[in-house]
């Protein structure tokens, strides 16, 4: 089967577009990963070369040894995914210790996996644990609101979590473990893969200051969504700052009662 017709590289096309519509990713900005199930990998398996060469992942993922990874690459720009994804996008092989990758499909004109790939794989690792193998899904983005926030609020996972739930009455539901922030950070290394690690173990979204967010997801639906949330949490707060600020909102008790009715299991921590 050719590998751009498979269900999963649709599903991975159609985020990056509409992403790239939304907004949040200019010039080469963003990047996406997919853990590809077994059975996928199968179904494609003649279209597959064979590893060439093995590079250092950059951090240690045993968790991951033989898996297949369907990600963007480094420098290519999310608005061209769909036009050419052998271009923009590869699928990679990690050996069977977890350390190194090796390219099995895609990045035609030449290239290498995202930047953040330790990042990425970091977070699969953590999340593929966590959630019994469901989770599938790692995505970066650079949405221009939640950004913004991090130059006007404290730089804590309270903070941020309490006022991005009151910006609309299902965030909690959406998000109720909530939002862990990182200070500023040099992308693309080891350093920020563990600090968001860490963050990812307590939860689903994780923002960099000054820089972007990170979030998860079972599928590609689920990551999206995310994403899409909490961005427009974030500019709803921007209006409302730009308004003057909060008149009334949503009480400590009525997050509860929420809680309550939904049958969420909401970080109460953050409602003091
Ligand atoms: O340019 O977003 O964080 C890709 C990125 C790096
Ligand atoms: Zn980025």
Known sequence: MDIRKAKFMQGFIRLT??????????????NLSYRIKSEEIEAVKTELNPVGEWFDIGTNVPSLAGEYFLVTGSGKYMRNVILAPQDNTAIVKINEKGEKYGIVWGLEQGGQPT??????????????????GRNRVIYH?????????????????????????????????????????????????????DAT???????????????????????????????????????????VRAMGGK????????????AREFDIDLNTEFLE
Not at 160 to 177: C, D, H, K, Q, S
Request: net charge negative; charged share 25%; glycine share 8%.
């Open 17 to 30: 577009d509409d992403a790239f519509k939304k907004g949040w990713h200019e010039r080469n900005g963003g």
């Open 115 to 132: 930047s953040e790939l330790p990042t990425h794989l970091a977070n699969h690792a953590i999340k593929k644990d966590l959630t019994q």
């Open 141 to 193: 983005a650079h949405p221009a609101n939640t950004i913004a926030l991090t130059f006007v609020l404290p730089l804590e996972d309270k903070i941020f979590t309490r006022e991005l739930w009151e910006m609309a009455t299902e965030n909690p539901v959406i998000f109720p473990e909530g939002i862990g922030i990182t200070p500023w950070m040099v992308p693309g290394g080891k350093a920020i893969a």
């Open 197 to 239: 690690g860490k963050l990812m173990k307590k939860y689903r979204v994780v923002i960099w200051a000054h820089h972007g967010m990170f979030v998860c997801g079972d599928d590609f639906d689920e990551a999206f969504g995310l994403m899409d949330t909490v961005e427009k949490a974030a500019s709803i707060y921007v209006k």
């Open 247 to 258: 008149q009334q909102t949503i009480s400590k008790q009525g997050f509860l009662d929420l």
